[in-house]
């Protein structure tokens, strides 16, 4: 197993389609999103990315919709390990027993049997203790051959410190919030000094909607340093955002359920951001989160029931 050791850094192969985990696992660097994607829709976008040659596809039980990544996945008529999946253990599930049986519950739900990347949903500091032994619960899975890999969403540094400080396994992804205007570069840095990939999501700031958060955003598509860039390039913002992501050694998993938007997001290999374009975007940060704030606990979202298989 990989110890507490920097030196397990990812490395990117490929014109950036892959990235290698710390584990020494291999992951298509860009996956489709399917947060809020309504479960109706879900499968036919599944289908649609893995047609236009997606490998990496997220998911969570939060979201509802891990069975209907399951039937996209089948449906794409792609062997299980051409596909590489990714799903997430919802607060009310953390635990050491709990956690073991969420990976019952979401290899059901998927059809599945084994996970390529499970990883926590959220810190939860309020009840960390629970965390750490969802953590470990992790561990076992990884060890048993049952998950590839094994990570976490929403770590800030102190986070991330409590928790190698318990733990044996450095996790081998952090999923974070992070567009052009929130960088997150303290935690990309924190992430990056223990080996942890980043991968973000919103990576071109399109989450909808969070009440109580973001509600003067604005909208990083229109911005005109990213629109100019694009021009000069002839690809659009959100192409011109992935790849910044991208050539800075970041996972990224946008999310659609509109074919035409999966394929733009997917035609991102075949061009290049110069220096002084990758600084541009990055002088954008505003330091502004659009969704939660991973420190404020949110007990009735975190109750919220993960249904069985």
């Known amino acids: 197993m990989p110890s507490h050791n920097p030196a397990h850094l990812h490395t990117v192969k490929g014109m950036d389609m892959e990235l290698t985990l710390n584990n020494g696992v291999t992951m298509p660097a860009l996956g489709l999103g399917v947060f809020q994607s309504a479960p109706k829709q879900t499968t036919a976008a599944v289908e649609a990315a893995l047609a236009t040659g997606y490998r990496h596809i997220d998911t969570a039980a939060a979201y509802g919709n891990e069975r209907e990544v399951g039937e996209g996945i089948r449906a794409s008529g792609l062997d299980r390990p051409e596909v ?5 253990v919802w607060v009310s599930d ?23 990347l499970f ?16 953590y470990k619960a992790l561990e076992t899975l990884f060890a048993d051959g049952r998950v590839r890999a094994i990570g976490v ?7 991330l410190k409590q928790l190698l400080d318990s733990t044996d396994v450095v996790p081998a992804v952090n999923q974070i919030e992070l567009h052009p205007y929130f960088t997150q570069r303290e935690v990309q840095a924190a992430d ?17 909607f969070y009440p109580g958060w973001g509600e003067e955003r604005r909208n990083v598509m229109k911005d005109p340093a990213i629109a100019a860039i694009a021009r000069v390039h002839d690809k659009s913002p959100a192409q011109v955002m992935l790849r910044w992501h991208l050539q800075q050694g970041r996972s990224a998993i946008p999310k659609s359920t509109n074919p035409a938007r999966i394929a733009e997001n997917f035609d991102v290999f075949n061009f290049e951001l110069g220096a002084d374009e990758l600084a541009a975007i990055d002088a954008l940060d505003t330091g502004v989160r659009n969704g939660p704030d991973p420190d404020v606990a949110r007990e009735e979202r975190f109750a919220m029931v993960i249904p069985e298989a």
């Open 84 to 88: 590489f999946v990714e799903t997430k």
């Open 94 to 116: 953390y635990g050491y027993e709990q956690t073991l049986h969420a990976w019952d519950k979401a290899t059901g739900k998927l059809g599945v049997d084994y996970l390529d």
């Open 119 to 134: 990883i926590l949903h959220q810190p939860a500091p309020d009840r960390f203790e629970k965390t750490i032994a969802a």
């Open 153 to 159: 969403s929403n770590f800030m540094p102190h986070h």
């Open 192 to 208: 990056a000094g223990h080996g942890i990939l980043t991968q973000a999501w919103s990576p071109i700031g399109g989450i909808t």
